[in-house]
């Protein structure tokens, strides 16, 4: 069953990754409600959540009318069932009252490549054909702000227990060991743990304050001083440790973590964050903005209750994405009555991504020789069920029985195409 979550993540929209609409304003005229309707949800969505956005009927008659008397905005989107000599005119007339800096994009009902090339050539940044789907519409307007950059951009992680002491930390720090390991992608794992974090201990570290420098100065954060913030690990993995001390309280604003994690985001292509088990602004809106959620959870009634919730919760925030994906860990622990596998899923309506069984002699020598579980027993099959699950969360999955039949190298390959 978990084989078969992770392989159907991998045909899902990991691959697809829509970086983040920045700070913009954007007002759109509409001529149809179809289009007013997926703009307004877009505006709704996570990737939108810093834009402001304004929808009204109307076309591009109402936005010259509109723009005459007040200032443009970053953005301007304009649906049109035009044909091109009017709206070639009206557009003309439009960009007497445009700013210097703001865009234009166009929503026409006619796929025409001639057209497009002549609204582009009079400065319009682009030409989408109707009907548009929200995602499509989010993807169009990042790529007209995040550029090429949308292309090299990292994916965000967000890995949470669905009570304490579940095993979050380490089930976070394992996947992002497995996933600059074996992909060897540059990885950052983030303990959001301000006064218990365990990653330093995990890693064997001591390292500076890490993020609590990157709340606590947010003047000075820039991808430099971020750098200077974090701790080596390995070649390719790196830490931005938890104080972890009780000196201090942390209260923390909502936004306290949005500039740190733009910065990674921008800078490296996988960071992990491991999230404390509570519910505040800051660790709810942290959840809501990452590419992926991952819920561990232990097989018993609190565990499942609160899964359910964080689930309902995330699917209510998160409508245009795919559920938290769930890793059952410590199963099987000797005499413990268990929700089996099987009620657990029929109760949260999502199929594991993961079931990692209770091994106390493998995690205790880990946790206390600041080791990783694949350095204590390389090979493990906890081992491999973590290295799975890093790779599907990144989008790169190769199932153990895909990788026995002689198609493996043509079926990586292809895999390898369609996730680059
Ligand atoms: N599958 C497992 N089998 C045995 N021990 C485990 C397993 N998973 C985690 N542990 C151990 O459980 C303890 C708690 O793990 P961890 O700190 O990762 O939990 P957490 O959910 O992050 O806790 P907290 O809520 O305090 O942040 C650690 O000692 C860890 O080694
Ligand atoms: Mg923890």
Redesign the pocket.
Known sequence: MADSAIERASHSDVVNQIAPVPRISIQAFCESAEVAEVIESAAADRRMSKAHVKVHMGGVPAAIEAYRTAPTPNLIVLETYSERGTLVDQLDSLSEFCDAGTKVMVIGHENDISLYRELTMRGVSDYVVAPIDILGFIGQVSHLYNGTSAEVLGRVIAVV?A??????????HNIAWSISRLLEYQTVIVDL?LP?G?AGLDFNQDPPQGVADAVFAPERLDANFVDRLLSKCSDTLSILAAPATVDRLYDLPEQAFDATLDILRSTVPCAVL?V??QWTAWSKRVLVAADEVVI?AAPDLANLRNTKTIIDSLRASRANDHPPRVVL???GVPRRPEISLSEFTKAIEVDPFGV?????K???T??NNGQMLAEVEAGSK?VETLDDIGRALMGRVTSRRVKKTLLTPLLERLSRKKAG
């Open positions: 227990g009570k304490g002491g579940v095993g979050a930390s380490t089930v976070a743990d218990f365990t491991d404390p088990h561990v860990n410590m199963v990692v069984p209770f091994e106390p493998l995690f205790g880990a946790a906890i």
